[in-house]
């Protein structure tokens, strides 16, 4: 059990996508509402783009007009590029965890604030929390404590499984 108060929302519906923000966040600051609508504002952004480059009566443009939103489900489950926005209102970058930049910097994973994992429309985060990292799963009744010598070997587990993994990085470079 913690021995420090941790914020930690417990799974409703599809929800995974906003647990995992607030998780991460420590506090209620994002709603299913406000999600919504920044899907909403990416996918008409999107539409835009398609609409400008292919003209408002091409295929490409009338497809994506029927597909609906890219950037949430019906049953509520967000995007990555939602997270990422939703995110950036709080200057936090999610970058992959297999991306150049994270290989390139070499850091130990444990200087590290927090991970998003995601699969199988399944979102959750581990964050370090007073000097100790929690994995927050919405799935899990309570946190569930990871030593920082356990982290690397945990985040290989979860790639190993199949997992998108994103680093949690202060998007102002400090």
């Given at each position: 059990m913690p021995e420090?108060?941790?914020y930690h929302e417990r799974q409703q519906a599809a929800l995974c996508g906003l647990h995992c923000l607030n998780n991460l966040l420590q506090r209620a600051e994002f709603?299913?509402?406000v999600l919504s609508d920044i899907a909403a504002g990416l996918d008409a952004r999107e539409l835009q783009?398609?609409?400008d480059a292919s003209g408002p009566d091409s295929k490409d443009y009338r497809d994506r007009l029927?597909?609906?939103s890219g950037n949430v489900d019906?049953?509520?489950n967000f995007s990555i590029e939602v997270l990422r926005a939703a995110l950036a209102t709080h200057d936090l970058a999610l970058v992959s965890f297999t991306s150049e930049a994270v290989k390139k910097s070499g850091d130990d994973?444990?200087?590290r604030s927090g991970f998003i994992f995601n699969r199988d429309n399944h979102w959750f985060t581990i964050r370090l929390i007073n000097g100790r990292f929690w994995n927050l799963?919405?799935?899990?009744?309570?946190?569930?404590s990871v030593s920082h010598f356990a982290l690397a070997a945990e985040v290989s587990a979860f790639v190993g499984a199949g997992y998108s993994v994103f680093c949690c990085l202060d998007a102002r470079g400090g």
């Open positions: 420090c108060w941790i709603s299913a509402g783009v398609i609409r029927l597909e609906g019906e049953s509520g994973l444990t200087t799963d919405s799935l899990k009744s309570v946190p569930v």
